[in-house]
């Protein structure tokens, strides 16, 4: 049989509502999208009852049939279901009926009629065979579903009698109205499946909700509050009325259930029957009870019941209708209907249970762990997913039911580490901007440094000559001697100033050799240990001996490290500790030089600046402030990276981090 409802695909969010209240599970999850599966669907309209976005749809082809019979002419009857005095509440009950006979049905009748036929069925059956094991009452169609597909042990203590649908439906086919074509009209989705269910041999051609035939009136421009009212067609039913409200199946059979007799089990809403079905499933010791079980609280709260309104404010519509009947004529109940007391009531039912697989519990563990759960207090048992439990999910999964995904907790543990991801990727964005902005900056300074640099270096030249020529050609007393001897010192410091203007801007590229870095650091310290600076300081290296060699420009690196550790020692006026340490990083992509100093340190403010071009703390003449800049050119352009650590009167550290390189034209970086 075709599904009854399907899912709005584009209208679906993720919510898992229609999973968590259906209790057949019959709900797929594929794609983020839930899916009513046939198989497993017992129409009981909790999806669509629960569906805040309006995703479910009915399908809607037994209206269309409808029509079509009518339009053929067809004898069709309507058969108005108990309850429909509570679902048309701001119209007389008979008005609804000329409503249906404005749409073209050729009579209208009560499903009461049926009721009444079933409730004295269910005597009988009481009467002459009594409870020789617990007997399932079978007017709700939605509770025989989920007993056929989802606990068939429990078919044999079904009630062999049909529903007061059909019952009335073999009433009009046998006895009324051979010729005549059946269409229901009421509350209850489950009956669309009922009229397919191949057990019941087609008694009735088409079932409309109250929903489907309110809309064909409006459709049709009829105003049930303006017609006139007609009577009912058919036998007239009397207390069968009341079959709609919870207890009115044992109200019409003329059964009392006291409270202190236990022989007698009534319950109402999906929730309780499905456990109570569950725990007599796996109950053997249930006892010979009578049980009216029914999937809605009573047929007035159908998921097509009409407009919203409490339960006591329904019973009282369908009960008022009820007395109204039961004034007109208080003889027996059954008096008016023994002339079909011998119409066949009975049907079978079968086992037509859902397969499902039961997974082993690595299987089951191997799902949990796709959504992190691998501890047992992991297991939030939240029921967001829809099912009750992490572990229920988990076979579902397994059955092709739901995604792993599903779970909440989970996707929201993933969000959070992907914002933090992405606040880490921005940082590193930002990071590199700024890196990108000063290289350009650099560049720029560059070329200014090196048109300045060439410009000054000749005219300088010339004039630290002629000072030297003047020094010479002056006698050792001559007091101009001084004069020239300042101008030959701060002609060399200008030349001094342009040499660093021109390492600067050096635009070459790194001429990369095959280096131990170890080895270069040791030559530069022994090259630098004979200034007089090093006599007050003490030097500790700390080496790895695991440096693999790599291709490095040594000159540039060179360069570097000095001037990093002329700062350093500058930074250490009266003494201190130099500590300059190498290592492999932790992913052996990169080797990292560190050099400390226990100086004078670096204000907060100044850190931020101390790779810009010319910005130096120290007196006139002291410095170009071109030293750091120079190191962060030479790092940038071998591929790494540079930084500096440091705290006013506690030292500096500056950490250098090189890329290991298998090969000169090696790309890549940090």
Same mark, same amino acid.
């Given at each position: 049989?075709?599904?009854?409802?399907?899912?709005?695909?584009?209208?679906?969010?993720?919510?898992?509502?229609?999973?968590?209240?259906?209790?057949?599970?019959?709900?797929?999850?594929?794609?983020?999208?839930?899916?009513?599966?046939?198989?497993?669907?017992?129409?009981?309209?909790?999806?669509?009852?629960?569906?805040?976005?309006?995703?479910?749809?009915?399908?809607?082809?037994?209206?269309?049939?409808?029509?079509?019979?009518?339009?053929?002419?067809?004898?069709?009857?309507?058969?108005?279901?108990?309850?429909?005095?509570?679902?048309?509440?701001?119209?007389?009950?008979?008005?609804?009926?000329?409503?249906?006979?404005?749409?073209?049905? +050729?009579?209208?009748?009560?499903?009461?009629?049926?009721?009444?036929?079933?409730?004295?069925?269910?005597?009988?059956? /009481?009467?002459?065979?009594?409870?020789?094991?617990?007997?399932?009452?079978?007017?709700?169609?939605?509770?025989?579903?989920?007993?056929?597909?989802?606990?068939?042990?429990?078919?044999?203590?079904?009630?062999?009698?049909?529903? @007061?649908?059909?019952?009335?439906?073999?009433?009009?086919? =046998?006895?009324?109205?051979?010729?005549?074509?059946?269409?229901?009209?009421?509350?209850?989705?489950?009956?669309?499946?009922?009229?397919?269910?191949?057990?019941?041999?087609?008694?009735?051609?088409?079932? /409309?909700? %109250?929903?489907?035939?309110?809309?064909? /009136?409006?459709?049709?421009?009829?105003?049930?509050? &303006?017609?006139?009212?007609?009577?009912?067609?058919?036998?007239?039913?009397?207390?069968?009325?009341?079959?709609?409200?919870?207890?009115?199946?044992?109200?019409?059979?003329?059964?009392?259930?006291?409270?202190?007799?236990?022989?007698?089990?009534?319950?109402?809403?999906?929730?309780?029957?499905?456990?109570?079905?569950?725990?007599?499933?796996?109950?053997?010791? *249930?006892?010979?009870?009578?049980?009216?079980?029914?999937?809605? &609280?009573?047929?007035?709260?159908? @998921?097509?019941?009409?407009?919203?309104?409490?339960?006591?404010?329904?019973?009282?519509?369908?009960?008022?209708?009820?007395?109204?009947?039961?004034?007109?004529?208080?003889? !027996?109940?059954?008096?008016?209907?023994?002339?079909?007391?011998?119409?066949?009531?009975?049907?079978?039912?079968?086992?037509?249970?859902?397969?499902?697989?039961?997974?082993?519990?690595?299987?089951?563990?191997?799902?949990?762990?796709?959504?992190?759960?691998?501890?047992?207090?992991?297991?939030?048992?939240?029921?967001?997913?829809?099912?009750? !439990?992490?572990?229920?999910?988990?076979?579902?999964?397994?059955?092709?039911?739901?995604?792993?995904?599903?779970?909440?907790?989970?996707? *929201?543990?993933?969000?959070?580490?992907?914002?933090?991801?992405?606040?880490? !990727?921005?940082?590193?964005?930002?990071?590199?901007?700024?890196?990108?902005?000063?290289?350009?900056?650099?560049?720029?300074?560059?070329?200014?440094?090196?048109?300045?640099?060439?410009?000054?270096?000749? @005219?300088?030249?010339?004039?630290?000559?002629?000072?030297?020529?003047?020094?010479?050609?002056?006698?050792?007393?001559?007091?101009?001697?001084?004069?020239?001897?300042?101008?030959?010192?701060?002609?060399?410091?200008?030349?001094?100033?342009?040499?660093?203007?021109?390492?600067?801007?050096?635009?070459?590229?790194?001429?990369?050799?095959?280096?131990?870095?170890?080895?270069?650091?040791?030559?530069?310290?022994?090259?630098?240990?004979?200034?007089?600076?090093?006599?007050?300081?003490?030097?500790?290296?700390?080496? +790895?001996?695991?440096?693999?060699?790599?291709?490095?420009?040594?000159?540039?690196?060179?360069?570097?490290?000095?001037?990093?550790?002329?700062?350093?020692?500058?930074?250490?006026?009266?003494?201190?500790?130099?500590?300059?340490?190498?290592?492999?990083?932790?992913?052996?992509?990169?080797?990292?030089?560190?050099? !400390?100093?226990?100086?004078?340190?670096?204000?907060?403010?100044?850190?931020?600046? *101390?790779?810009?071009? %010319?910005?130096?703390?120290?007196?006139?003449?002291?410095?170009?402030?071109?030293?750091?800049?120079?190191?962060?050119?030479?790092?940038?352009?071998? =591929?790494?990276?540079?930084?500096?650590?440091?705290?006013?009167?506690?030292?500096?550290?500056?950490?250098?981090?090189?890329?290991?390189?298998?090969?000169?034209?090696?790309?890549?970086?940090?």
């Amino acid at each position: 049989m075709d599904g009854i409802v399907t899912t709005i695909g584009e209208k679906c969010r993720r919510c898992y509502t229609c999973v968590r209240h259906c209790p057949a599970k019959a709900i797929r999850v594929q794609d983020g999208r839930a899916q009513v599966l046939t198989e497993r669907c017992i129409a009981c309209g909790n999806c669509i009852r629960v569906c805040s976005q309006k995703a479910k749809l009915v399908r809607a082809d037994d209206l269309e049939v409808t029509k079509a019979m009518i339009e053929a002419g067809e004898q069709v009857v309507a058969c108005l279901a108990p309850s429909f005095p509570a679902s048309f509440p701001d119209v007389r009950p008979h008005q609804v009926v000329e409503g249906a006979r404005r749409l073209g049905f +050729s009579q209208v009748m009560e499903v009461a009629v049926g009721a009444e036929l079933v409730a004295h069925a269910y005597r009988r059956l /009481l009467e002459t065979k009594g409870l020789r094991a617990p007997l399932l009452t079978t007017p709700c169609p939605a509770l025989v579903f989920f007993v056929q597909k989802h606990l068939p042990s429990l078919v044999p203590y079904l009630a062999p009698i049909v529903s @007061p649908m059909v019952a009335l439906a073999r009433l009009i086919k =046998r006895r009324l109205a051979p010729d005549a074509k059946v269409v229901f009209i009421g509350p209850c989705l489950a009956k669309k499946l009922e009229a397919k269910d191949p057990d019941l041999c087609g008694e009735v051609e088409a079932v /409309l909700t %109250f929903e489907e035939f309110e809309g064909w /009136l409006a459709d049709k421009g009829i105003a049930l509050s &303006e017609l006139q009212e007609r009577q009912f067609d058919g036998p007239a039913p009397a207390i069968g009325r009341i079959f709609p409200v919870p207890g009115g199946l044992l109200r019409t059979c003329a059964l009392e259930a006291d409270v202190l007799d236990d022989d007698i089990v009534v319950t109402e809403g999906v929730e309780r029957v499905t456990n109570l079905l569950r725990q007599m499933a796996a109950d053997s010791q *249930i006892g010979n009870r009578f049980f009216d079980l029914l999937f809605c &609280e009573g047929c007035i709260g159908g @998921p097509f019941a009409g407009e919203e309104a409490s339960p006591v404010v329904r019973k009282q519509r369908v009960a008022s209708y009820a007395r109204a009947g039961l004034s007109e004529d208080a003889g !027996s109940p059954w008096a008016r209907l023994d002339e079909f007391s011998d119409l066949d009531l009975s049907r079978s039912f079968r086992d037509a249970r859902v397969r499902e697989m039961q997974p082993s519990e690595e299987e089951i563990r191997a799902i949990l762990r796709q959504t992190n759960k691998v501890k047992p207090e992991d297991e939030l048992n939240c029921g967001a997913c829809g099912y009750p !439990s992490c572990r229920d999910k988990a076979i579902a999964v397994y059955n092709g039911l739901a995604e792993a995904e599903m779970c909440l907790p989970y996707l *929201i543990e993933k969000l959070e580490r992907t914002i933090a991801e992405l606040h880490d !990727s921005q940082r590193h964005l930002v990071e590199t901007e700024e890196q990108l902005l000063h290289s350009e900056k650099l560049a720029s300074m560059g070329q200014l440094a090196a048109g300045v640099a060439h410009e000054i270096n000749n @005219p300088l030249g010339t004039v630290l000559l002629y000072s030297h020529l003047l020094l010479r050609q002056l006698g050792p007393d001559d007091p101009r001697r001084q004069d020239l001897r300042v101008i030959a010192q701060e002609a060399e410091r200008c030349r001094h100033i342009v040499r660093g203007l021109l390492d600067f801007s050096r635009q070459s590229k790194p001429r990369y050799e095959l280096c131990d870095l170890n080895g270069l650091i040791r030559e530069t310290i022994a090259v630098m240990e004979r200034q007089e600076a090093f006599a007050r300081l003490r030097v500790l290296l700390d080496l +790895s001996p695991e440096l693999p060699q790599t291709w490095l420009d040594p000159e540039q690196v060179r360069q570097a490290l000095i001037n990093i550790i002329e700062n350093a020692v500058e930074a250490m006026p009266d003494g201190g500790t130099l500590t300059v340490e190498s290592r492999l990083a932790n992913d052996g992509r990169a080797i990292v030089v560190v050099i !400390s100093d226990t100086g004078c340190g670096i204000s907060e403010e100044n850190l931020e600046r *101390i790779f810009h071009p %010319f910005f130096t703390t120290k007196q006139i003449g002291k410095g170009t402030g071109l030293g750091l800049a120079i190191v962060y050119g030479i790092v940038k352009a071998h =591929r790494g990276a540079v930084s500096v650590d440091s705290k006013v009167g506690a030292g500096t550290t500056v950490t250098v981090s090189l890329p290991v390189r298998t090969s000169p034209d090696m790309g890549g970086g940090l």
